[in-house]
């Protein structure tokens, strides 16, 4: 016949007292615990790799630089020496870039250590930009500016006043206060 309430806090010591259950599994150890020798080692030997360098981009080669290139990974060859960098450079800078290798190989160096940078390789491609510190408050393209005051206002009247109304000359007020803006 079953139960209609719970057991007592007796009662429930009792059948637990009677079963014998199995002792709980043990969670596995920490994989990183021990390999974090390893892990050491591999970083003094091999460093950082394109992930520190992909942090500093900007600092590294400069802001002009960074609009156009990405770092994508560091190559290292199997007879030793130093390693390629592949960089990702959008379509029309690729040329660019080119001819200013030898001095973004001698940046990447300063930055990684001497010699780990023998050669660029050039993949040309989208470069995703990292956002600056600027402007990452406010989305690209959708950065407001304020009113301009009444008296650029009302020369920006004056000089479209002989025009008939319509939409030319609405697009002619938008275009005027955003030129006028942007002094």
């Known amino acids: ?12 010591a009792e059948i637990l007292a009677r079963r014998r259950t199995r002792p709980p599994r043990r969670p596995p150890p920490p994989a990183g ?65 080119q001819h200013q290798a030898p001095e973004i190989i001698d940046r990447a160096n300063v930055f990684l250590g001497a010699g780990t940078v ?13 956002a600056t510190p600027a402007a990452s408050s406010t989305p690209r393209g959708s950065r407001r500016l304020g009113p301009l005051d009444a008296a650029a206002e009302a020369r920006l009247a004056d000089g479209l006043a002989d025009l008939p109304d319509g939409p030319l000359k609405l697009a002619l007020l938008k275009l005027g206060r955003g030129v006028m803006r942007g002094r």
């Open 33 to 97: 615990k021990p390999l974090t020798g390893l892990i050491k080692t591999l970083d003094a030997k091999f460093g950082e790799g394109v992930g520190g360098l992909a942090a500093r981009w900007r600092e590294v080669v400069g802001e002009q630089l960074a609009r156009r290139t990405e770092p994508v990974k560091l190559i290292k060859p199997r007879t030793g020496g130093g390693s390629v960098l592949e960089l990702r450079v959008e379509g029309p800078a690729a040329a660019l870039i």
């Open 118 to 130: 023998a050669k660029l390789r050039i993949v040309q491609g989208a470069v995703r930009t990292a």
């Open 1 to 12: 016949m079953p139960r209609r309430s719970l057991p007592t806090p007796a009662e429930a």
